[in-house]
């Protein structure tokens, strides 16, 4: 299982950036993919998840309303649309696969990309 996160910089206050996971090694549909994110000092935090063989979409209630996870599953891929940044979603960024997983919570994510860094000023 390969996770390559891509798509992190730095972004004022306000502004947007989509992050891009792409997954290999494995079949990619009917598991359950995820993003979180870990600031300095702070504890991991989900921050999204999709399921990628019905859809469902889930997110922390820190960023309902602003970020969007989706998928590519021709291109086995999963994105995070993310809009109306604020400092506090400064952090280092990981994709996430819960393989066989249905998608129900944070803590059955096994594989894990090596991370993305956003930073908000």
């Known amino acids: 299982v390969q996770l390559v996160e891509s798509g992190g910089g730095s972004v004022q206050a306000g502004g947007s950036l989509r992050l891009s996971c792409a997954a290999s090694?494995?079949?990619?549909?009917?598991?359950?993919m995820g993003w979180f994110r870990q600031a300095p000092g702070k504890e991991r935090e989900g921050v999204a998840r999709?399921?990628?063989?019905?859809?469902?979409?889930y997110y922390a209630d820190s960023v309902k309303g602003r970020f969007t996870v989706s998928q590519d599953r021709g291109k086995n891929t999963v994105y995070l649309q993310m809009n109306a940044l604020k400092p506090e979603d400064a952090a280092m960024y990981h994709c996430?696969?819960?393989?066989?997983?249905?998608?129900?919570?944070?803590?059955?994510?096994?594989?894990w990309g090596q991370g993305t860094q956003v930073t908000v000023s």
């Open positions: 996430a696969a819960d393989l066989g997983g249905m998608c129900l919570r944070w803590d059955d994510f096994g594989y």
């Open positions: 090694g494995y079949t990619y549909s009917g598991n359950c």
């Open positions: 999709i399921a990628t063989g019905g859809g469902s979409t």
